[in-house]
């Protein structure tokens, strides 16, 4: 049986004219990247049960998936036809010189397939644009869905927002597929394939998304911002702008994210959200944030705004006095009854079985009341009970027999919110909105509370947020979000940010969340957040509370992977703690060499070994020089924290008090101290068996002794 040849200047795919892809070759370097004995067919269609008489008589009446068993090509357009199913599909294909697309276009249906049924034929649930058994490789990434080695990688992905792009793996291969769903968008949604060696899929997908007028994902992973670090702050108003810009630039941060509390009022959680009203610290609006804005750029700082898009609080003026209709809704209900009357039950046709019970979300919508309900009946005649009219502080209303309504979609973070139904226009006028305070000046966002959508998440995760981006202006020229599905990959520019973790486990986490992630990250082509880090003076968690050492590992862990940090920051914490120079010194070292990509690569090899800690210090010519350290034990009655490390022959250490000041009875026998290696140094022999070294900011020695002799030093170490 002849085949089908479809080939640019990048791939060749091959399939049979039974609808079976027998073949994907790299072009460049030769590879074939298919398992081709899996006997796969590029398209399937899905319908909800047979329509068609003859077929609903001989099959099961269940949801049904109909493999192309005949493919045949008319220019750019394949027609395929299916097993069973009475009709054709066809599906247009754009074959640029780095990509392929294929787009459902249009059906060929007989009228004999339907003759006689009152309907709009065909009955198509899904179209399967593309599905193909792609070769293991080295790499998998799991967001873009893209198998890649060197020598080669195929991607399937989605050039719209309403593809639905998947996985599945098998032993020998895994299956990469493309949807159309109907109900989210049947036709004119194409899919785009994509094969070259590894170091090329970039190019190749830079390509789709000029081509298809997409968020430039692969420009915001290239552009000089990307491994930022940012200093977030709920706390900035006008009035105290310039003490929050100079604590980010004695961090060295490039970015400061704005949460929008601190320009938006709030009240309870985000019980407010969706209003999106100026706080009194403006009282000119827009006009203040302006001005605020340029000057935080005017300082060198990208401002950021950091948001909820999918949030609509319970005290905002979408739910009362009257709730709007857009809100989202777990479940639907039909009225058995009438609602005339006060508090008590609420009939319903439909069976509440399975219904939310959790405190603060037991609530009802019908029409703009809302009913908050204590329990319900799962036996005929269906109710809920314990039922209390006007909840939220919503009017009464007459509720007639046969109106419908539901349960309300109550945010599982805090129960002070809810979420907007995206198959409404609400989503777009909240957008218009946050746009309205982007555009004073912001140039990146972060996309909280994203989770929070209808069914399917893997459509309405990404879209809820692109109908967002695309009313800011200019674009962003990064951005990051608390939740991801396949299309965002064009806009959110980096993964999630972990949340925040205590001191006494902040190195552990570090370890066990986003440095495993960050690998992973880095087959999909892209970096995370190492995370939101509190900052705490001694005694706000823990008696040390945060520590040079503990953003020190951190934040050379995210170096390793060419990643950034995030600092919650808290100006109160800032001027209590004793230490706040010397961690923010840290994180200014480390910035710094991430935006001069000072780190080499036989260097981030090494900072991606676990447990080992390393410094970086700025050495006696002034320049940065990086060195592997380690903890000294120490009493805790001196609290001290001590590491110690060699270089040139000698053994140093780095030492401080975390909380206080005092002076440091060590017991060796001289010691040279500075307070950098490039400033004057002091030689301190001993009396009385010990040296007496000043103790409080952070202080360099260096002695004659090992590096074990040091440690054991310091484990014996006296602090008066």
Not at 229 to 237: E, M, P, R
Not at 696 to 701: A, E, F
Request: proline residues 5%; glycine residues 8%; negative net charge.
């Amino acid at each position: 049986m002849p085949n089908i040849v479809i080939e640019n200047k990048t791939l060749r795919l091959t399939v049979s004219e039974d609808g079976i892809a027998k073949s994907l070759i790299c072009l460049a370097t030769g590879e074939e990247c298919l398992k081709a004995d899996e006997e796969i067919s590029l398209f399937s269609v899905t319908q909800d049960r047979p329509f068609n008489n003859e077929v609903k008589l001989a099959h099961p009446n269940k949801r049904t998936t109909y493999q192309a068993n005949a493919i045949r090509r008319e220019g750019n357009r394949l027609i395929a036809g299916f097993e069973i199913a009475p009709y054709e599909a066809v599906i247009e294909m754009k074959l640029a010189d780095r990509y392929l697309t294929f787009t459902l276009v249009d059906f060929i249906c007989p009228p004999e397939a339907y003759g006689g049924l009152n309907m709009t034929p065909p009955p198509v649930a899904e179209l399967r644009l593309l599905q193909l058994p792609v070769k293991h490789r080295k790499c998998f990434g799991e967001w873009l869905n893209v198998s890649w080695d060197e020598k080669a990688g195929v991607c399937v992905l989605a050039a719209s927002p309403f593809t639905r792009i998947e996985s599945e793996r098998r032993v020998s291969c895994r299956i990469m597929t493309a949807d159309a769903i109907r109900g989210i968008k049947l036709k004119n949604t194409p899919a785009a394939l994509v094969c070259a060696p590894g170091d090329q899929i970039l190019d190749c997908i830079a390509d789709i998304e000029e081509d298809y007028d997409l968020p430039r994902g692969v420009e915001s992973r290239r552009s000089d911002y990307i491994n930022s670090s940012i200093y977030w702050t709920a706390a900035i108003n006008p009035s105290n702008a310039d003490e929050h810009i100079a604590y980010a630039k004695a961090g060295g941060f490039r970015v400061m994210v704005i949460y929008y509390t601190a320009i938006c009022k709030e009240e309870g959680g985000y019980a407010l959200n969706g209003d999106y009203d100026f706080r009194p610290e403006y009282p000119n609006g827009k006009a203040d944030v302006i001005a605020m804005l340029d000057k935080i750029k005017a300082a060198g700082i990208i401002p950021g705004l950091h948001f909820l898009q999918t949030h609509i609080g319970l005290k905002s003026r979408y739910v009362t006095p009257r709730a709007d209709h857009r809100l989202g809704k777990t479940r639907i209900f039909t009225l058995a009854r009438a609602i005339e009357d006060g508090d008590g039950e609420v009939f319903v046709e439909q069976n509440p079985e399975d219904t939310v019970m959790a405190d603060g979300c037991r609530i009802l919508q019908f029409g703009g009341e809302l009913i908050s309900y204590e329990g319900y009946i799962t036996e005929y005649p269906y109710r809920f009970t314990g039922c209390k009219r006007g909840a939220l502080s919503t009017d009464l209303e007459d509720h007639p027999k046969g109106q419908m309504g539901g349960i309300l979609d109550v945010s599982e973070f805090g129960a002070s919110s809810c979420y907007v139904d995206q198959n409404s226009d609400l989503q777009d006028e909240v957008a218009d909105k946050i746009a309205e305070i982007f555009n004073c000046g912001f140039r990146t966002v972060y996309f909280d509370g994203s989770e929070g959508t209808n069914i399917p998440y893997e459509i309405h995760v990404p879209n809820a947020q692109y109908r967002v981006w695309k009313k800011l202006n200019p674009p962003t020229l990064f951005t990051e979000g608390a939740a991801k599905a396949h299309f965002s990959w064009h806009f959110l520019s980096g993964g999630n940010a972990f949340d925040v973790f205590g001191p006494a486990v902040f190195k552990e986490k570090i370890d066990q969340y986003p440095a495993e992630e960050a690998p992973r990250m880095r087959q999909d082509f892209t970096r995370l957040n190492f995370g939101w880090w509190g900052f705490w003076a001694p005694g706000g968690w823990g008696p040390t509370g945060t520590q040079a050492d503990m953003y020190e590992y951190g934040t050379s862990r995210a170096a390793a992977w060419d990643c950034p940090i995030t600092v919650q920051t808290n100006v109160g914490s800032f001027k209590a703690h004793p230490r706040t120079a010397d961690i923010f010194e840290v994180i200014r070292r480390w910035e710094d060499i991430r935006a001069k990509k000072w780190l080499t690569a036989e260097q981030k090899l090494m900072l991606r070994e676990l447990g080992q800690e390393h410094h970086l210090l700025i050495n006696e010519k002034g320049e940065y020089e990086l060195v592997p350290i380690t903890m000294a034990a120490v009493s805790d009655e001196t609290a001290l924290r001590a590491f110690v490390f060699e270089r040139n022959g000698e053994s140093w250490a780095a030492y401080w008090h975390p909380t206080g000041k005092g002076t440091l009875k060590l017991g060796i026998p001289s010691a040279v101290l500075m307070d950098e290696l490039n400033a004057d140094e002091t030689v301190i022999d001993a009396a009385d068996g010990a040296v007496t070294l000043p103790v409080c900011k952070r202080r360099y020695i260096r002695t004659k002794l090992t590096a074990a002799e040091l440690a054991a030093a310091f484990a014996n170490a006296v602090v008066e």
